[in-house]
C-alpha cells in the first residue's frame, strides 16, 4: 500500500513540474541585461585561484593537515558559486545563441550556432566541475585535476558571444 | 460517455491541423498516434454498443489496443527527444546516454514495483493490465519529465509543437501514473468510476492542450535581431572588460 502512495505522489509531483514548466516557458524572455549581470558578478581571476592547483600545493605544504582540510572546504564551496554563476551565465549565452541561430541574416545566424554550441558545452563542464567541487568539499584531503578547462571554455564562449556583438555593431553602422 | 467521447473529437481537430498545417512531416509519429487513438476509440466504441459482445471479449480488445497505445507513445516520445537535440550537436551524445540510463532506471523501478506490490488478488484481468500500464506510466512519465527538466536545465529552446506534445503527453502519463497505481492496488466497483473519470478527465485535458499549441503561433525568438546598437555596444564593453581584466 506504501507503494500505491508513493507512486500516486510521484504522479501527481510530475504533474505539478510539468504545470511548472509549461507556465514558466510561456512567460519566459531572453533578457541580455540578465547575461551582462551575471558575467559581472564573476571574478575569473579570483575564480582561477581558487581553483589553481600550484595555490593548493603551496597551502598544502604550509598549513597544518587539519587547517588545509578546513581552508581547501571553504574554498570549493567558494569554487561551487562561481560554477554556478557560469552555468547560470551559459543558460543565457544558450538562450541567446539559440535566438540568434533563427535569425533571418546568415551571418548572425552562424554566430548563433557556435554561441549555443559553446554554452551548452560549458553547461556541460559546469555540471562535472560541480560535482568534482563538491567531491573537494566533502573529502578535502584528497587531490583532483585542474579545473582550468571550464574556465577555457568560459572564455571561448564570451568571446564567441564577442564576434556576435560586433557582427552586429558592423550592420548596424 | 462523453467524457469518452470528447478527447477523440479533439484529438480528430488535432489530427486534422497536423495534416494541413503539415506538421507530420516532423512528426509523423503523432499524426500516426493521435489517428490510431481515434481508430481505436472507434473500434471499441462499437464493441460497446453491441450488445453480444461479452465483458471478456471487450477487455481483450482494450488490451490490445492499449498494447499499440503504449508502443506508439515511445514512438512519439522518441520523436520529441530528437527534434529537441537536432539543432544541438554539442548535446546530442549526453543526452543520449542520459536517455538511456534513464529509461534503464524507470524499467527497473517498473520492474520492482511490479515484483514488490504486485495488487491485490482478485482483481483479475484487469487488475493484472493495471500493473502494466503503471510500469509502463513509471517509464513514459519519468522520460517526459526527465527531457523537460534537462531541457529547461540547458536552457534549449522548444519548439511550440514538440513542447506541446511532450506536455501533454507527460500530462496524460502521470495521471496514468496515479490511477494505474490507486487501481493496482484497490480498485473495486465503487472506485472503478472515479478512476475512470479521471483517466477520461486527463486525457480530456491532454488533447487541449495539444489542441492549444497546434493553434497557437509559433514563438518568435527574436531576441538577437532586435537587439539595438547601444544594447551591443554594452555586451561588447562588458565582455572586453571581462576578457581582459
Sequence with gaps: MIITWILVVAGLFGLGVLAYIATRNRTNQIGMDGAISVIRSIDIEAFRNLVDPAEEAFLRASLSPKEFRKIKRERAWAALAYVRCAGRAAVLFAKAGQAAQRSSDPLIAESGVQIAHSALRLRLYTLQASLRILGQGMLPGTSDRPLSSLIDQYERTAETLLRLGRLRNQQNV | ?245
Excluded at chain 2, 453491441?50 to 489496443?65: N, P, R
Excluded at chain 2, 526527465?146 to 531541457?151: E, G, S
Excluded at chain 2, 497505481?181 to 485535458?205: C, F, H, P
Aim: charged share 15%; net charge positive; with cysteine.
Design chain 2, 1 to 245: 460517455m462523453l467524457l469518452w467521447i470528447s478527447p477523440h473529437l479533439l484529438l480528430a481537430i488535432v489530427a486534422f491541423l497536423i495534416y494541413k498545417r503539415r506538421v507530420y512531416r516532423e512528426f509523423p509519429f503523432f499524426l500516426l498516434y493521435a489517428l490510431y487513438e481515434i481508430g481505436a476509440f472507434v473500434l471499441l466504441y462499437a464493441l460497446n454498443s453491441i450488445s453480444s459482445v461479452t465483458a471478456k471479449q471487450y477487455t481483450y480488445a482494450f488490451m490490445a489496443t492499449l498494447a499499440i497505445s503504449i508502443a506508439l507513445r515511445f514512438g512519439v516520445i522518441k520523436e520529441v527527444s530528437e527534434d529537441l537535440f537536432r539543432e544541438h550537436s554539442a548535446l546530442r551524445a549526453t543526452a543520449r546516454q542520459s536517455l538511456r540510463w534513464s529509461k534503464v532506471l524507470l524499467a527497473l523501478i517498473g520492474i520492482a514495483c511490479a515484483a514488490f506490490a504486485p495488487g491485490e488478488d482478485g482483481l483479475g484481468l484487469m487488475g493484472g493490465l493495471a500493473v502494466i500500464n503503471r510500469g509502463v506510466a513509471i517509464i513514459q512519465s519519468g522520460l517526459l519529465v526527465f527531457l523537460l527538466v534537462f531541457a529547461r536545465w540547458f536552457g534549449l529552446s522548444w519548439r511550440g509543437y514538440a513542447f506541446g506534445i511532450a506536455i501533454g503527453l507527460g500530462v496524460l502519463s502521470s495521471a496514468d501514473l496515479a490511477t494505474s497505481a490507486i487501481r493496482a492496488q484497490i480498485a473495486g466497483e465503487q472506485w472503478s468510476g472515479v478512476l475512470n473519470l479521471l483517466t477520461t478527465g486527463s486525457y480530456l485535458i491532454c488533447a487541449l492542450i495539444w489542441l492549444g499549441y497546434i493553434l497557437a503561433p509559433e514563438r518568435k525568438h527574436s531576441v538577437a535581431a532586435n537587439v539595438s546598437v547601444n544594447e551591443v555596444d554594452e555586451w561588447n564593453r562588458e565582455l572586453q572588460r571581462w576578457l581582459r581584466p
